[in-house]
């Protein structure tokens, strides 16, 4: 994972990969993964993306934007899993 803020994405796929990693962890029931320190991490790749210093780079964009899709459809879905991903701000 070192090897991806080396590349012209930045920290930005780095913390979506990390994002994508407390989702899976999250969903499985994981007590040390809240649904605030997921929070914390979409408003940290948000804050990223918008500052001066990162360049947009459409990929990085595509793979945020599918994450944050992946999260609107576990929210839809209802039940055990909907009513923990309602907890998480989109």
Do not use: C, W
Request: hydrophobic share 40%; charged share 20%.
């Amino acid at each position: 994972m070192a090897n991806v803020t080396k590349g012209s994405s930045g920290p930005v796929t780095l913390f979506v990969e990390i994002l994508n990693k407390y989702l899976y962890f999250f969903e499985k029931g994981n007590p040390h993964i809240t649904s605030s320190a997921i929070n914390g991490l979409i408003e940290l790749i948000m804050t990223e993306m918008q500052s001066d210093s990162s360049i947009s780079v459409p990929s990085a964009d595509a793979f945020f934007s599918s994450t944050l899709r992946y999260i609107q459809y576990q929210k839809q879905k209802g039940g055990s899993i909907g009513e923990k991903f309602e907890l998480i701000k989109v």
